[in-house]
């Protein structure tokens, strides 16, 4: 079983959309925009602007109401939560479309949490580099992701195949496991796992445009 807890008593869907207001505000801050309101941030997220201040109540941000919240000011604010004192090392395991697609995205994205390694067991793949994160042999998982203090994996194997490598992941020393695959996998107390599975989402979107359709009619 795995720990699901978040600390600071800051509720999961809180971190989640502090996540989410830190790459508006970035983006916004590359068009030139310095400031926003809470309702800014709310129309954004299809949100209340209520909510938006209350996610950020529980953080002890508060700011200057009458020019709205300084994008920049925030950005390191929500950092300070999010992120830790030192740059969290990540490690891809399978590179298949979505793993390939992963590390692509994400490197470079954030100064705190970087992808350093990514293991596959296809021989044309390792050896190889993903936006310059190197591709090693699964074999090699355990030993390299040990020596370069990977604290998070990213999941991205064949279904059939992803909880054989639950007791590798235990044995590195991983405490995070993001989990893309549509298996879920039983960790011991102390390893934090998010599940990712895209057809139980597509499921949820067709649930609702199936409801959204019906109230038309």
């Keep these: 079983m795995s720990i699901n807890f978040v600390p600071n008593n800051i509720p999961e869907r809180t971190i989640e959309r502090l996540s989410e207001y830190r ?55 929500i950092g300070n939560i999010l992120d830790g004192n030192e740059v969290m090392n990540v490690a891809v395991i399978g590179i298949g479309h979505i793993g390939h697609a992963v590390t692509q995205h994400f490197t470079g994205k ?29 074999d090699e998982f355990v030993d390299r992701a040990r020596e370069n203090r990977v604290k998070i994996a990213l999941l991205t194997l064949p279904t059939r195949v992803a909880a054989a490598m639950v007791e590798s992941i235990i044995q590195a020393g991983i405490k995070g496991v993001l ?3 549509s298996t879920p996998l039983n960790f011991p107390e102390g390893i934090y796992v998010e599940d990712y599975d895209i057809i139980t989402l597509l499921e949820k979107v067709t649930y609702f445009v199936k409801e959204c359709e019906a109230v038309q009619k």
């Design 23 to 77: 790459r508006t505000l970035l983006n916004e801050l590359a068009r030139g925009v310095t400031h926003l309101y809470s309702h800014n941030l709310a129309n954004i997220h299809g949100i209340t602007a209520v909510q938006v201040r209350r996610d950020l109540m529980l953080i002890g941000f508060s700011s200057d109401t009458k020019r709205g919240y300084d994008a920049r000011v925030l950005v390191e604010f």
């Design 110 to 138: 954030r100064s705190k949490l970087k992808i350093t390694m990514a293991f596959d067991v296809d021989p044309q793949k390792v050896g190889q580099k993903i936006a310059g994160v190197p591709v090693y042999h699964i």
């Design 179 to 181: 989990n893309f695959t």
